[in-house]
């Protein structure tokens, strides 16, 4: 017997997810998640977004990386998380929503059919490292930033790779961002943990990558240039710690359809 479930497939500058509403029908294994995502053989995603009703918020969300498995916050996720909830009437152009790393409030500043602005508040950052030629921070999700001449011909891939698995970084893996600095502009590339490649866009990395520059010359808003289009993120330093950290980007609708789930 099979399972049919509606989905709708969303971008956040080319950051690409499935999303679901949750109902009692919905049931999926980490194979099932995998095959969804494959770009030949599935839908294909870089992750896929389950929302459901939350006690707390206009809604929870839960984020899984295209491996299968649940990841942390994902920051073009929760932009793309809320389009999706406005178009089912869950929430008004402000609402505030539960993640991974707990509650954030989005902003729907420019809807234009099914291309949208999406203003996007992200957890406060008090713990960072900083090294000799990167800096390690968690944005929701971990991160290492690092700077290059020539962010274009750098081989994201392979270098990304190699850091994420190596085990004097992080025992438990980081997404590697790969960053060129021109004042208050970055342009930057992401090798993403969980997709296993490098990404259009990652909202977490873009978020970090701006922290990131703000620790190396100072600085509280920056606009970051990635693959799949240009995000921006402005935020507070006390001194301490960054807070009022917002993460700002399009997101547009892409198609929807119904997807047969074997059981």
């Excluded at 992401?190 to 490098?198: F, H, K, L």
Aim: one cysteine or more.
């Amino acid at each position: 017997m099979s399972t049919y479930l509606h989905f709708r497939k969303y971008h956040g500058a080319g950051n690409d997810f499935i999303i679901f509403q949750q109902e009692p029908s919905l049931s999926l294994s980490s194979d099932d998640i995998r095959a969804l995502c494959d770009r030949h053989f599935g839908i294909g995603a870089d992750g896929l977004i389950i929302i459901e009703a939350s006690t707390k918020a206009a809604f929870k969300m839960t984020y899984y990386n295209a491996d299968g498995f649940e990841g942390s916050m994902c920051g073009n996720g929760g932009r793309c998380a809320a389009a999706f909830a406005y178009s089912l009437g869950w929430i008004e152009k402000t609402a505030d929503f539960e993640a991974y790393d707990g509650m954030h409030h989005v902003e729907i500043i420019d809807d234009q059919q099914d291309h949208f602005q999406i203003r996007l508040g992200m957890s406060k950052v008090s713990i960072w490292h900083i090294a000799d030629n990167y800096i390690l921070l968690n944005t929701g999700s971990p991160h290492y930033v690092c700077l290059v001449d020539d962010v274009k011909n750098t081989a994201v891939y392979d270098y990304g790779k190699a850091i994420r698995y190596d085990g004097q970084i992080s025992t438990e893996g980081v997404n590697v961002n790969f960053v060129e600095l021109h004042g208050n502009s970055l342009n930057m590339r992401t090798y993403e943990r969980g997709v296993e490649a490098e990404t259009l866009a990652c909202g977490t990395g873009v978020t970090a990558a701006a922290i990131a520059a703000s620790l190396w010359k100072g600085g509280d808003r920056f606009e970051v240039n990635m693959p799949g289009g240009r995000l921006e993120v402005a935020f507070n330093y006390t001194g301490t710690q960054f807070e009022n950290i917002v993460l700002t980007g399009p997101v547009a609708f892409v198609f929807e359809g119904v997807v047969k789930i074997p059981k």
